[in-house]
């Protein structure tokens, strides 16, 4: 292992981050329900949650590169995160949970995007290796599902609060084990603006929103549905986190997918099997057997379309608009497109069910022909500068 990467410290980093995910994503529709609230304001929340995105992120990264101060805003999020959770112990009002998911998103925003330029910078030429460092979140994100699962088989939901307050805890801390890069100056190239507006980004921010945008229903309902099916708190649990172990294991060989297949045809055959998942969820979402399959399908569907999105962000926007460039796609690829599809699904449920799963499918078709007519003008790689680090 090269000792000039923080491997460990990076990694744990993604576990808690995850981590949190994997105690928010499956229980906080159930939590909500527990709470007495219906379909609309699960949608909502779901909305506002991912709200901020759309533009915290830019914010975030217009200060790390005026300040040059990355990591410090980083921890300033993390920890800012933490303390605006705990709120949730407040009061159950919508209003008040609104309130709350706002200030928290906004500092969340800081996050990951910031934290994605600074392990590709620690990478640099070996951003393929990426993939190593990526899946102990998803470790993560199963060891929360299970673990806070097995929780609440036992003990009330009206903890919920509590569990995520302590995993953004251990989030902070792990930010400060973090080591500080040493900044490097960056050759003049293209401005932000010039890049960003090229019809190959243009076309693929595209693709990337749709499929937030279909990923909507699945996150704000799945687990409702599984719960109406009559699956326990522990066995929605481990039907999540079967979802994120063929994750793991695509993260094994990701890097040699992306140079076997190129981010292109690897994207492209994401996208379909993206398609397929909500085919088969619409089709058959009461069958354990296909439930099974639909979350094995999960490794592309975000494992792989993840790690393809971090490596085509990285060649549109290299050195110093990459940091800008993780954040324009964040906020207004996923940030965006998950607030309309969370939106469409929190409306849309009551009346359709299942049946919104065509409507996800559909999405995914047109990001892939959105794929294909984009496909003479797709960049070759951009070569990066590696970063050492000091323990400041």
């Known amino acids: 292992m090269d000792r000039t990467l923080p491997y460990w410290r990076l990694s744990a980093f993604y576990f808690c981050y995850y981590a949190c995910l994997g105690s928010w994503i499956p229980y906080w529709p159930l939590y909500l329900q527990h709470i007495g609230h219906g379909a609309i304001v699960i949608g909502v929340t779901g909305a506002v949650f991912h709200a901020t995105r759309v533009i915290a992120p830019n914010i975030w990264a217009y200060l790390a590169d005026r300040t040059q101060r990355r990591l410090g805003i980083i921890r300033l999020g993390c920890f800012a995160a933490f303390v605006a959770i ?13 309130l709350v998911l706002l200030v928290f998103s906004f500092f969340w925003s800081a996050v990951l995007p910031q934290f994605e330029v600074l392990t590709l910078g620690f990478l640099g030429h070996r951003s393929h290796d990426y993939g190593r460092i990526r899946l102990w979140g998803s470790w993560g994100y199963i060891v929360a599902v299970l673990a806070i699962g097995g929780f609440f088989s036992l003990f009330a939901l009206s903890f919920f609060p509590i569990l995520v307050a302590f995993i953004l805890l251990l989030l902070w801390i792990s930010s400060i084990a973090v080591p500080t890069p040493v900044q490097e100056s960056h050759a003049p190239g293209p401005s932000f603006s010039a890049a960003l507006m090229k019809p190959e980004v243009l076309a693929f921010l595209f693709c990337v929103i749709l499929v937030q945008i279909s990923f909507g229903p699945y996150y704000a309902f799945f ?4 719960s109406q099916l009559g699956y326990s708190s522990v066995e929605i649990g481990g039907i999540w986190s079967l979802a994120v172990m063929s ?11 992306l140079s076997g297949l190129g981010v292109y045809r690897l994207l492209a055959l994401t996208l379909l099997l993206t398609s397929m998942r909500w085919v088969i969820l619409w089709r058959e979402g009461d069958s354990l057997f296909w ?6 399908l999960h490794a592309f569907s975000f494992g792989a ?3 393809c999105v971090i490596e085509q962000v990285r060649r ?13 796609f964040s906020s207004i690829g996923y940030g965006l497109g998950s607030v309309i599809g969370a939106a469409m699904a929190g409306f849309l449920w009551d009346a359709l069910g299942s049946e919104l799963f065509i409507i996800s499918a559909v999405l995914c078709l047109v990001a892939l022909a959105s794929l294909i007519a984009a496909k003479q003008i797709w960049p070759t790689p951009q070569p990066v500068t590696r970063k050492t680090y000091s323990n400041g």
């Open 316 to 328: 549109f926007f290299p050195g110093r608009n990459h940091g800008r460039g993780q954040a324009i």
């Open 291 to 296: 439930i099974i399959l639909i979350q094995l």
């Open 247 to 257: 994750e793991i294991v695509l993260m094994f060989s990701v890097r040699h997918l």
């Open 86 to 98: 705990l709120g949730m112990l407040l009061g159950t009002e919508v209003w008040w949970l609104t």
């Open 223 to 226: 687990s409702i549905h599984l």
């Open 305 to 307: 379309f993840h790690a």
